[in-house]
């Protein structure tokens, strides 16, 4: 089993930063995929940014020049930092892992999530 803890949400301001850490423990392997989800009122969980343990990444459109995710493999944290915040930015936001465990089963994790609201 993994455990997904994030912090950082918060309210900001529009234009402004903030940054989100999800701290993976438990039986983690070496190879895995971290990223971060979004869930907006009334809309479907959208990725947002993943990074692969090799620090590949891939962004949303909607984010792409905004955000950066990043990692720190040897904490098993994943991070995330947000510029030039809009109010469509405002979200729960969810921290993801992905690994082939034992018997080269996909296991999926998911956090508990953390409210970013972006005022206008």
């Known amino acids: 089993q993994v455990q997904l803890v994030e912090s950082?949400?918060?309210?900001?301001?529009?234009g402004g930063s903030r940054g989100l850490s999800c701290a993976a423990s438990?039986?983690?392997?070496?190879?895995?995929?971290?990223a971060w989800y979004r869930q907006a009122p009334g809309k479907q969980r959208e990725l947002v940014a993943a990074i692969t343990s090799t620090?590949?990444?891939?962004y949303a459109d909607s984010v792409?020049?905004?955000f950066t995710i990043s990692r720190d493999n040897a904490k098993n944290t994943v991070y995330l930092?947000?510029?030039s915040l809009k109010p469509e930015d405002t979200a729960i936001y969810y921290c993801y892992l992905n690994q082939?465990?034992?018997r080269l089963v996909r296991?999926?994790?998911w956090g508990q999530g953390t409210q970013v609201t972006v005022s206008s």
């Open 8 to 14: 950082g949400g918060g309210l900001v301001q529009a």
């Open 81 to 83: 930092q947000m510029n």
């Open 55 to 58: 620090g590949t990444t891939n």
């Open 100 to 102: 082939i465990g034992v």
């Open 26 to 34: 438990g039986r983690i392997f070496s190879s895995n995929v971290m």
């Open 64 to 66: 792409k020049g905004r």
């Open 107 to 109: 296991e999926d994790y």
